[in-house]
Nanobody, 114 residues
Framework: QVQLVESGGGLVQPGGSLRLSCAASGFTFSQYAMGWYRQAPGKQRELVAVITRVGFTNYADSVKGRFTIYRNNAKNTVYLQMNSLKPEDTAVYYC????????WGQGTQVTVSS
């Protein structure tokens, strides 16, 4: 059974940091590109960051220089380190695994507010 379980979301003040984790199981993690997406209320889901099987990364322009995606294949986990958070980063963040098939997690809420 495939599972992507996100954790690490919460409420943080502007300028603060959070680290999201996505623990994967039920598929060969190392063979999948992994990504983080987010969806704010009333908006479409958008790509935040992606990391390929071999570690190449790509980021949305809005998060470049503030967010870092990385993976630990030994732990079947992908992370998103988020620094200098802004209110516009508020959204539900989803983990994605992409290869021949695609899997999604249930999402974790990130709220940036004073």
């Amino acid at each position: 059974q495939v599972q992507l379980v996100e954790s690490g979301g919460g409420l943080v003040q502007p300028g603060g940091s959070l680290r999201l984790s996505c623990a994967a199981s039920g598929f060969t993690f190392s063979q999948y590109a992994m990504g983080w997406y987010r969806q704010a209320p009333g908006k479409q889901r958008e790509l935040v960051a992606v990391i390929t099987r071999v570690g190449f990364t790509n980021y949305a322009d809005s998060v470049k220089g503030r967010f870092t995606i990385y993976r630990n294949n030994a732990k079947n986990t992908v992370y998103l380190q988020m620094n200098s958070l802004k209110p516009e980063d508020t959204a539900v963040y989803y983990c994605n695994a992409n290869s021949i098939v695609e899997y999604w997690g249930q999402g974790t809420q990130v709220t940036v507010s004073s």
